[in-house]
């Protein structure tokens, strides 16, 4: 199938690994153009050699913190000035910390909302503009299945993230008449770090190991395994493509089944 993407520019954001790496790599691999960032230099160069090795596109790298504000300026001003403008957004920045609510103080719900809901926000500013201008624009968030189903132990995620969400419906509405989408990837519980970490904070606080944690995330989803990077990252491709033009302001889960729910 061909997706259309062929020459499109994408930025894909906290992709040195994970679900970002995988989506980053499967648009590369459908012939868009990459602007990648994260946080750490050497995975992220390390993401973009291998990147645009494996699929002949051009990558260009920034180093950045989505945390911070002047830094998710810098990331976009460098993908506007190195490519001209950007077709496709894909948000994604790791998770806040595992816990509770008697946990986490307002500052954690800060860098909370600086990570999760803000980088979002100031990353699509810039670029939204030019898609509207052009007709033509993809903004895709990858969000979680907590936003449909909380998860016990993750307070800040299932908040935050739900932020993320109804922001992204109501731009849907906003900018459907100028040929751009808005949606959201809900991934279940994937192998990734992201994962690992979730696993390794509730196997401390109960008593378990990791093994254990992982075992009782399988039994929970009706496929009994974790998802696969590549799996989700199909998905992202899809709803980045020309096919999808007629789907926006939808939230679609990858989780073998995990939620429970009719919609």
Not at 118 to 134: D, H
Request: charged letters at 25%.
């Amino acid at each position: 199938m061909d997706l259309g993407i062929r020459g499109k520019v994408a930025l894909v954001a906290a992709a040195s690994r994970g679900l970002g790496r995988a989506i980053a790599h499967e648009l590369a691999a459908e012939g868009a153009t990459l602007v990648i960032c994260a946080r750490g230099a050497a995975a992220l160069e390390k993401a973009r050699a291998e990147i645009a090795a494996d699929t002949g596109v051009q990558v260009h790298a920034v180093m950045a913190d989505l945390s911070e504000r002047d830094q998710i300026d810098r990331v976009t001003a460098e993908a506007l000035s190195q490519f001209g403008h950007v077709d496709i957004l894909v948000t994604n920045a790791g998770g806040p910390p595992a816990g509770v609510f008697e946990k986490h103080a307002w500052d954690a719900w800060e860098r909370a909302v600086n990570l999760t809901l803000r980088s979002v926000v100031e990353l699509t500013r810039p670029l939204l503009p030019g898609m509207r201008e052009r007709k033509w624009g993809r903004i895709i968030n990858v969000t979680s299945i907590a936003v449909k189903q909380p998860v016990d132990n993750l307070m800040l995620s299932n908040s935050v993230r739900s932020a993320v969400t109804g922001f992204a419906r109501t731009l849907a509405n906003e900018v459907a008449t100028d040929g751009v989408t808005v949606n959201n990837i809900l991934p279940g519980y994937t192998r990734t770090e992201r994962v690992e970490e979730l696993a390794d904070s509730t196997a401390a606080k109960e008593g378990l190991t990791r093994r254990d944690i992982v075992a009782r995330f399988e039994k929970e989803i009706p496929m009994r395994r974790l998802g696969e990077s590549n799996e989700l990252a199909a998905l992202a491709a899809f709803l980045a493509s020309e096919r999808a033009s007629y789907i926006t302001g939808q939230s679609i889960a990858v989780d073998g089944g995990w939620i429970r729910a009719l919609l």
